[in-house]
């Protein structure tokens, strides 16, 4: 894609939703006055390296065939090859990409990762496939992609719409291919073919712990701290429960009908995830349901948007009762809403930072690829938790030293390292 095209949706400022790309340019643009790097550094960034866009044909069940678009964007791999998910959903756009791989450039730098920001997709709701057909859409895609990733180029995962399975087609369609098995392709498998242990429940626990450290940081008694989540998925119910293992009480969680709420706390090991019941939170019988509008204004301490993208808008940022939020989803809340929150003193743990564990441990699945070992489940979380602690205390620092927000803190980090490491290697040729 053109830069031209780029600064066409850069411009577009004035629609309702605003996409990922203006956010998170909107973003960089506002760290970029706090950090000291070069300004061609700066102006760099606010672009991709490349855009790859591939038509994928798949022969339906009944045999027609339909023809779907996919991309891979790839924003910057200074500090290591990129690295972020492949999303299946029918709002995937050329735009979404850049502005989501930029926020894996980030993400990957808070956590000190040796990788760069990726990230693709393909338009399609994947609610219309079958298994087969997305069997059989996911090996086309991972050809149609093939000479733009690799285990030392640009490494996929799962995202929206795709999981475990879907990356072991993808692995085996490219080692199919390249003549020999290349675990380390993709991240995010199920063990059996070179997964990680705990990778699935990584973005959600690496949540749970950011927001236990929040609540401690704002002087919260974890026993005494009132949790609200919206989205059931892997990223909303593996935190909401690990946060009710460890004494908080989880009022409500919602799926995209609605939420349950209980006051007095659910047994979040109760209600169905996603993964366990698709869309079946509203079923689970408990005593008041709310819609999902109603769960982002509730008066609790804690507020995990865990669902989509533009949860919290300029619309509703003013009726968010919740002394922190902790963002579980990529961009769950816009430019405009942040601003507002930041104003109100509503303290914003951001998607950068909370939901980093799933990179985190794809980083560890990497590692055992290339190293053909694997590791136990125990000596995962003990690492994530380990490098989690180091990333909330690097950016804990930053909120102090320069009393900014904990989005500017988290930015101010992930653009010093992003920054050295360009201008030691310097612009090429
Ligand atoms: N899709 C996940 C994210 O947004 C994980 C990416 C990865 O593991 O590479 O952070």
């Keep these: 894609m053109s830069s031209q095209k780029l600064n066409d949706a850069d411009a577009d400022v004035r629609s309702a939703s605003e996409s990922a790309l203006e956010t998170a340019r909107r973003q960089l643009s506002e760290a970029a006055t706090q950090v000291d790097v070069d300004s061609g550094v700066i102006e760099r960034l606010k672009h991709p390296t490349r ?134 392709v993709v991240t995010g498998k199920p063990p ?69 709420y209980d006051p007095s706390g659910l047994d979040t090991h109760s209600v169905p995830s996603h993964e366990e019941q698709p869309e079946a939170v509203m079923q689970y019988g408990a005593p008041n349901t709310l819609t999902n509008e109603e769960l982002l204004e509730l008066d609790v301490d804690v507020l995990i948007p865990a669902a989509v993208g533009n949860a919290i808008t300029a619309d509703n940022a003013n009726d968010v009762e919740a002394d922190v939020v902790v963002e579980g989803a990529n961009g769950p809340t816009t430019a405009a809403a942040d601003s507002i929150l930041d104003e109100r003193d509503v303290h914003v743990i951001p998607d950068i930072l909370a939901n980093a564990g799933g990179v985190t441990v794809s980083y560890f699945e990497w590692l055992q690829d290339i190293n053909r070992r694997q590791w136990s489940l125990e000596r995962v979380n003990d690492e994530l938790e380990s490098m989690m602690l180091d990333a909330w205390e690097t950016v804990r620092r930053e909120v102090e030293a320069g009393d900014t927000s904990w989005r500017q803190a988290a930015y101010i980090v992930a653009l010093d390292r992003i920054g050295e490491a360009k201008e030691t290697r310097g612009l090429w040729p």
């Design 51 to 184: 855009v790859v866009e591939v038509t994928v044909p798949l022969k339906r069940d009944d045999g027609e065939v339909d023809v779907f678009t996919g991309y891979r964007a790839q924003h910057d791999d200074v500090r290591g090859p990129y690295k972020g998910g492949l999303r299946y959903h029918p709002d995937v756009t050329a735009e979404e990409c850049v502005g989501l791989s930029m926020w894996m450039t980030w993400k990957c730098a808070v956590m000190d990762l040796p990788f760069g920001g990726g990230k693709g997709g393909v338009v399609v709701d994947p609610k219309t496939l079958s298994d087969d057909e997305k069997e059989r859409l996911t090996r086309r895609f991972a050809e149609e992609i093939r000479d733009t990733i690799g285990p030392k180029r640009d490494i996929p995962a799962p995202d929206m719409g795709t999981d475990a399975q879907t990356m072991a087609w993808f692995m085996d369609a490219y080692s199919m291919q390249e003549g020999e098995t290349t675990p380390g």
């Design 192 to 260: 059996v073919v070179g997964g990680s242990e705990g990778r699935d429940e990584a973005p959600g626990r690496s949540v749970a712990i950011i927001a236990r450290e929040a609540a401690d940081y704002y002087d919260y008694d974890l026993e005494e701290t009132t949790v609200a989540v919206q989205g059931f998925g892997s990223v909303g119910a593996n935190a909401a429960r690990l946060l009710d293992d460890w004494g908080a009480t989880v009022v409500a969680v919602s799926d995209v009908n609605g939420a349950a």
